[in-house]
Every structure is written in structure tokens, then in C-alpha cells.
Nanobody, 118 residues
Framework: VQLQACGGGLVQAGGSLRLSCAAS????????MGWYRQAPGKQRELVAT???????NYADSVKGRFTISRDNAKNTAFLQMNMLKPEDTAVYYC?????????????WGQGTQVTVSS
């Protein structure tokens, strides 16, 4: 599976950005797409995930501000980020979990930088 992520950039606090991640290759019907982020000097952390059944999960820090969605026909996930804060500044990584017979194989996309200025 190959992942192509885009949509990062520089925005002022309170602004919005939309990230997208397109998956291609051998994609099983049961899968999860998600976004993780890593700020300088910190560990990579979960931002949000969405399953192929459209079940979503969010980090507490982004609930109410970020929305994850997906277009299954295009194998693409979107992360709409509103009310951005300087602490949202990080490299954002797309992750794809392919699931077959209970076995999960994970793939990571290249990171995209999100910078929120105060």
C-alpha cells in the first residue's frame, strides 16, 4: 500500500487546514486510516482514525476541533482541522492499517508539516 498525503502548511492560530491521504495498492475491505503527529522532541501521537465502517476515534486534545472522514470509493481520508492552536504544530503522518483474517499490516505515509503561528 502506498500513501500520498498532502495539505499541510502555515496558518495563524484559529485558522483551518485540511489534510488528505490517498491510499493505493492492495487494499482489503477491512481497514483503518488515521492521522498521527509528532512535534519536535515529542513522541508520535494519535490524532484521529476512521475505520472502513466509518467508526471514528479522536485524541482528547482535538475533539470538537478536528474531523476525520473518508471516501471509501477513492480510498482517501481527510482531516479537517479547525480552530488550530500553536500546540497543533507538528509533522502529521497518515497511517493505513490493512486487516485480513484478523492480521493487521500497517503502512505510513510521508509526513506533512503543519505550523500554527500565534
Amino acid at each position: 500500500v502506498q500513501l500520498q498525503a498532502c495539505g499541510g502548511g502555515l496558518v495563524q492560530a484559529g485558522g483551518s487546514l485540511r489534510l488528505s491521504c490517498a491510499a493505493s495498492g492492495t487494499i482489503f475491505s477491512i481497514n483503518t486510516m488515521g492521522w498521527y503527529r509528532q512535534a519536535p522532541g515529542k513522541q508520535r501521537e494519535l490524532v484521529a482514525t476512521v475505520t472502513s465502517a466509518s467508526s471514528t476515534n479522536y485524541a482528547d486534545s482535538v475533539k470538537g476541533r478536528f474531523t476525520i472522514s473518508r471516501d471509501n470509493a477513492k480510498n482517501t481520508a481527510f482531516l479537517q482541522m479547525n480552530m488550530l492552536k500553536p500546540e497543533d504544530t507538528a509533522v502529521y503522518y497518515c497511517k493505513f492499517d490493512n486487516t485480513l483474517f484478523g492480521n493487521v499490516k500497517s503502512y505510513w505515509g510521508q509526513g506533512t508539516q503543519v505550523t500554527v503561528s500565534s
